[in-house]
């Protein structure tokens, strides 16, 4: 679906899945969370049993990091590294 270019110039459009997450964080933001954990927190669940949901369950996993760290390049969500695990908070 095209965007209008004042929506590409900002650079801030979120995909569903960066506004799950945005939300998720946002609704527990007393607490900061792995990617694992947010994963689970938005239902991205990931299935091995058969090789076509593999896949896509490795692309869901190989994925997240930079659509989390992307959140945290736009400012809408923090991160810090506590005893060597990355964690995510809202803002």
């Given at each position: 679906m095209?965007?209008?270019?004042?929506?590409?110039d900002?650079?801030?459009?979120?995909?569903?899945?960066?506004?799950?997450?945005?939300?998720?964080?946002?609704?527990?933001?007393?607490?900061a969370?792995?990617?694992?954990?947010?994963?689970?927190?938005?239902?991205?669940?990931?299935?091995?049993?058969?090789?076509?949901?593999?896949?896509?369950?490795g692309?869901?996993?190989?994925?997240?990091p930079?659509?989390?760290n992307?959140l945290?390049?736009?400012?809408?969500?923090?991160t810090?590294i506590?005893?060597?695990?990355l964690y995510?908070?809202?803002?």
């Open positions: 095209p965007i209008e270019k004042s929506e590409f900002s650079g801030v459009v979120l995909s569903e899945l960066e506004k799950s997450a945005v939300s998720f964080l946002e609704k527990n933001r007393n607490n969370f792995t990617m694992l954990e947010i994963m689970d927190g938005i239902n991205l669940q990931t299935n091995f049993g058969d090789l076509w949901k593999a896949i896509e369950s692309i869901i996993i190989f994925g997240m930079t659509i989390l992307s945290v390049a736009k400012g809408k969500i923090k810090n506590i005893k060597g695990t995510y908070m809202a803002k």
